[in-house]
């Protein structure tokens, strides 16, 4: 067989392999927008188009060369993605996917594409919104070990191998207001996938990124909202030995998630939580951190190592992240080690305190399983907790508060098909538990 013939199935089998078309470039929140006027304290914010400062070289990717060897033909080493591996420019998926992500942050009274550049103050027009963000695209990409071998002379004569994903994502993020430059900020992020493809690493890079520009902004631009925020006592039970110093931020930056949300403002107290069991299920230390008293109208979030949970059956230790009683006054989240606490898991375990239920979109804080590191609460679930984000945990809930809530669950079931219905059942069935 010569090496042209060979050079032609080696290209042949990459089309095959690699598909025709770049990977769908999606905003990751698709969620249905909902009116946050009432809530936002930014009345309206305008995104004008991105700026991409990518070196040119970047933005056409790298793949090794094909080598001949005696068998056929191989290609090793690690990749980058190139604006071809996407179905789209990139400038224009990474700005809708950050206006998507604005969008249903519910901090801002409306976000609205604006086709200027807020940085010449003659091109703003007279209903142009206060303020406009402009944004430099400074690194966008995926990098992936992989091994690509055609051998005709073989059975199987086309095998390929990959490593895990790493995505890379930086945004040079500038605030305008008419007059003048408000805020200025780089903002970046990682994501490794241990499983997946490169394209899918850098697409959940930008995911974090845009969340994480959320969260800037909104901490930036706040403003106190008529009704002032309550305050809600948390005893930790640091069983991961995290330290005062580390309980102190995990708290702040689940607190920034629930004021934002809800205007909820967590106040924690570290607690050594001695006595609990070394090896047992997710059950089995939920029901023992409920040997601790909540503090007075507050709440107990107990954490325990992920290495020391075992579920009854399963050899490889828990498969769930934590637990809590729903609509109770405890929960437990599961630190991946014994000095790390996911500030994921444990606005999730704390949600459902408030009766906050799981749906199928895992860009929501509320999706069964931590796919993603999300900070967004999906509009079902912001619903819940602005309902009841003034429950007194030490008391059995209002009639009022039983009543809208199970109004909330009913019409879920009735028309959101975000949500397993079983999962509503189990709310339910929880919530007239808590009548009793």
């Known amino acids: 067989m010569t090496p042209r013939l060979l050079a032609a199935l080696a290209a042949c089998a990459l089309v095959a392999c690699a598909g025709v078309h770049g990977r769908a470039f999606d905003p990751h929140l698709s969620w249905p927008r909902t009116d946050d006027a009432s809530w936002a304290t930014v009345p309206a914010l305008g995104v004008a188009p991105f700026l991409d400062a990518r070196d040119p ?3 056409q990717g790298y793949q090794p060369s094909f080598q001949l060897d005696w068998l056929g033909f191989a290609r090793e080493g690690v990749e980058h993605t190139g604006d071809a591996a996407f179905a789209r420019p990139v400038a224009e998926g990474v700005r809708d996917d950050v206006l998507a992500t604005l969008a249903r942050s519910g901090s801002f009274g409306a976000v609205i594409p604006v086709d200027f550049d807020p940085r010449d103050p003659a091109a703003w027009r007279d209903d142009a919104p206060p303020l406009v963000l402009t944004v430099t695209i400074e690194a966008f990409e995926g990098r992936q070990w992989k ?44 994501d490794e996938l241990p499983e997946g493809s490169a394209p899918d690493a850098a697409l959940g890079a930008l995911a974090l990124d845009s969340e994480k520009l959320a969260l800037r902004l ?35 930056e689940t607190s920034a998630i629930f004021e934002r949300e809800a205007g909820i403002v967590l106040s924690g107290s570290r607690v050594l939580w001695t006595g609990r069991p070394k090896s047992a299920g997710v059950d089995a230390l939920l029901e023992d951190s409920e040997r601790f008293a909540p503090p007075p109208g507050g709440v107990v979030l107990a954490l325990a190592p992920a290495q020391q949970a075992h579920e009854p059956g399963l050899g490889f230790g828990s498969v769930r992240t934590g637990l809590s009683v729903p609509l109770g006054s405890h929960a437990l989240a599961l630190c991946a080690a014994e000095d790390e606490a996911s500030v994921l898991t444990a606005a999730h375990e704390l949600a459902h305190l408030f009766g906050a239920v799981h749906v199928r979109d895992r860009a929501s804080i509320m999706h069964a399983t931590a796919e993603f590191d999300a900070r967004f609460f999906d509009p079902l679930n912001r619903q ?47 919530l007239q538990s808590a009548e009793r």
């Open 57 to 59: 070289a970047l933005r």
């Open 147 to 190: 091994s690509f071998t055609v051998s005709p002379l073989q059975l199987g004569f086309v095998r390929e191998r990959f490593g895990p994903a790493d995505g890379r994502v930086s945004l040079h993020v500038e605030l305008w207001s008419k007059a003048e430059r408000v805020y200025e900020a780089r903002v970046s992020s990682r």
């Open 218 to 252: 909104d901490a930036h631009l706040r403003s106190p909202r008529d009704e002032p925020p309550r305050k809600l006592d948390v005893v930790v039970l640091d069983g991961c030995d995290l330290g005062e110093a580390r309980v102190r931020r995990l708290v702040s």
């Open 384 to 430: 819940i907790l602005r309902t009841l984000r003034a429950r007194d945990f030490a008391r059995p809930l209002a009639p009022a508060d039983r009543a809208r809530l199970a109004e909330i669950y009913r019409e879920a079931e009735r028309s959101d098909a975000r949500v397993d219905p079983h999962d509503l059942d189990g709310a339910l069935r929880a």
